[in-house]
């Protein structure tokens, strides 16, 4: 059953005196639990769409539906507090805070809901990531696989449906990259989560489920739909 969709999607930007079509028609349902990658050379919209489909950007036109509730009726309020209960984030930058320790990091989602943490979910989280050990340390003293895996756990702390990550390895080497990809999947499949992942990456991408590939704005292979053939 899907979770999100969407239907005609555009995003259209203005440079200069020239419109730039960032994302074309973009007709997509996503499907709860399952993980699927958005892929396609630079500039060709994937981050867009994905930003879109989180909320963080409006379309210019089109509609998203999350378990068939119309964003584009909700108000900025309506929108915020999606996509701090509902919706994960996690990025190439891990923009963790820097004056607060990795547990205060995890934390601070729920507590700016001003929210009890559910310290059973948190541990297992924890656990799961492997950053037991890391806990009380400041961002600083953490290489960037414990600094994404610190970010995950943040995006994750709010017990979302859907976790939209941007880039998660592009900061890794390979064989870390590996890992936090791996810890997703882990994570995901463990809380059936709903995973939509953007990346360069191809041998990143062939992880997933399902590989979305976007070139100048348009949707040009879904595997799921080149297996139902």
């Known amino acids: 059953m899907a979770i999100l969709t969407c239907e005609n999607l555009t995003k259209t930007f203005?440079?200069?005196?020239?419109?730039?079509?960032?994302v074309r028609g973009a007709n997509l349902a996503f499907d709860a639990g399952t993980f699927t990658a958005i892929t396609g050379p630079s500039g060709s919209g994937k981050s867009t769409l994905l930003h879109m489909l989180?909320?963080?950007?409006?379309?210019?036109?089109?509609?998203?539906?999350?378990?068939?509730?119309?964003?584009?009726k909700y108000n900025d309020n309506q929108l915020s507090v999606l996509r701090r209960r509902r919706f994960g984030f996690v990025f190439q930058a891990y923009n963790?805070?820097?004056?607060?320790?990795?547990?205060?990091?995890?934390?601070?989602p729920v507590m700016l809901d001003k929210r009890t943490p559910d310290k059973a979910y948190i541990d297992k989280l924890v656990t799961m990531l492997e950053i037991g050990d890391r806990l009380h340390?400041?961002?600083?003293?953490?290489?960037?696989?414990?600094?994404?895996?610190?970010?995950?756990?943040?995006?994750?702390?709010?017990?979302?449906a859907i976790l939209f990550a941007d880039e998660p390895t592009g900061n890794l080497d390979g064989k870390t990259g590996r890992e936090v990809?791996?810890?997703?999947?882990?994570?995901?499949?463990?809380?059936?989560?709903?995973?939509?992942?953007?990346?360069?990456?191809?041998?990143?991408a062939e992880q997933a489920e399902r590989i979305l590939t976007i070139v100048d704005g348009e949707i040009v292979r879904d595997t799921q739909e080149v297996a139902m053939r």
């Not at 203005?14 to 960032?22: D, I, M, P, Q, W």
């Not at 963080?56 to 119309?70: H, K, R, V, Y």
């Not at 990809?181 to 990143?204: P, Y």
Request: glycine share 8%; no cysteine.
């Open 54 to 72: 989180g909320a963080l950007e409006t379309p210019t036109s089109g509609n998203i539906f999350f378990q068939d509730a119309n964003l584009s």
């Open 137 to 160: 340390h400041l961002p600083g003293a953490l290489s960037g696989g414990q600094q994404q895996r610190i970010s995950i756990a943040r995006a994750l702390a709010n017990k979302p």
């Open 181 to 204: 990809l791996s810890l997703l999947r882990q994570v995901g499949s463990e809380f059936g989560i709903t995973l939509i992942m953007v990346t360069h990456d191809l041998a990143i």
């Open 96 to 108: 963790l805070v820097r004056e607060l320790t990795a547990y205060e990091n995890i934390l601070l």
């Open 14 to 22: 203005l440079s200069g005196e020239s419109k730039v079509h960032a």
